[in-house]
């Protein structure tokens, strides 16, 4: 992407950017602070955590102390199809009561990226698609900052395939009942690297109750396959604290970095 349009993006989105003065390098457009641009080590330690929440998964600790992330079910036999059949249809927990219809996930299927938030809200809902309305188009616009679009690069999906009422977080037995649903995506999608946007996304996947700013900034691994994790706001919250954008932008970077080193070794 050029410099020119990824700036538009950024404007987009609400990050400041700015033009340096003439006399300086025409390319030396700065985004963030000099220090913050510079590519991130990948810190491969474990997130810190005040102790781990009831999960429905099991946490095993790799050598050397990495969260692994592992699914307690066995996955199934299941094509992409089969499987948004199952969401379409579940009943597993008493959210199907109140949806209106289940949200399986939109974007490519063999992307290497997958977007994992917390669950529909009423636009979702009401569309049957993940991240749409203001949350959504913010989402686009901050994916398309570091070159990505859900049509041709990324999966998104939700930790929740049904809205609960009035947008309160889940409870922990609708994660129970529906997670299965995400792992097995996960296991269609088999994805180089994930970016878990919002606290309850970032918490029910790395099993922690740690607060979202102690899960920034560093690298989780997730599952058998130790895919590496990335946490980020969700862009309702940028929506309602826009001073935050350029921390999002900080991560969206870090990401960008961690699958380019996967990439390209
Ligand atoms: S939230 Fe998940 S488990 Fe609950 S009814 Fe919807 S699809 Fe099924």
């Known amino acids: 992407m050029d410099s020119l349009r990824r700036n538009q993006y950024l404007q987009a989105i609400g990050v400041d950017v700015w033009v340096p003065r003439r006399g300086a390098a025409a390319t030396s457009i700065a985004v963030a602070s000099p220090a913050a641009e510079a590519t991130p080590a990948i810190a491969d330690s474990a997130p810190a955590s005040d102790g781990p929440l009831p999960s429905p998964l099991e946490v095993g600790m790799a050598a050397g102390g990495a969260d692994v992330v592992s699914p307690i079910a066995a996955p199934t036999v299941t094509t992409w199809e089969s499987l948004r059949a199952e969401v379409l249809t579940c009943t597993k927990c008493t959210l199907h009561t109140s949806r209106t219809q289940g949200v399986f996930g939109v974007g490519n299927r ?156």
């Open 110 to 265: 063999e992307a290497r990226w997958l977007v994992v938030g917390e669950a529909p809200g009423a636009e979702e809902d009401r569309r049957g698609e993940p991240f749409v309305g203001r949350a959504g188009h913010l989402l686009d616009a901050m994916l398309r900052a570091i070159g990505l679009n859900r049509a041709n690069n990324v999966y998104i999906a939700n930790v929740l395939k049904s809205r609960p009422p009035g947008n309160r977080d889940p409870k922990p037995e609708e994660v129970a009942a529906c997670l299965p649903f995400l792992m097995r995506q996960i296991e269609l999608l088999k994805p180089r690297v994930m970016l878990a946007v919002g606290r309850i996304a970032a918490q029910n996947l790395l099993a922690t109750d740690a607060p979202l700013g102690r899960l920034r900034g560093k690298v989780h691994h997730f599952g058998e396959l130790n895919t590496p994790l990335i946490v980020t706001y969700h862009p309702a919250y940028l929506l309602r604290t826009p001073s935050d954008k350029r921390k999002a932008w900080e991560d969206l970077k870090f990401a960008r970095s961690v699958f380019r080193a996967l990439t390209t070794t």
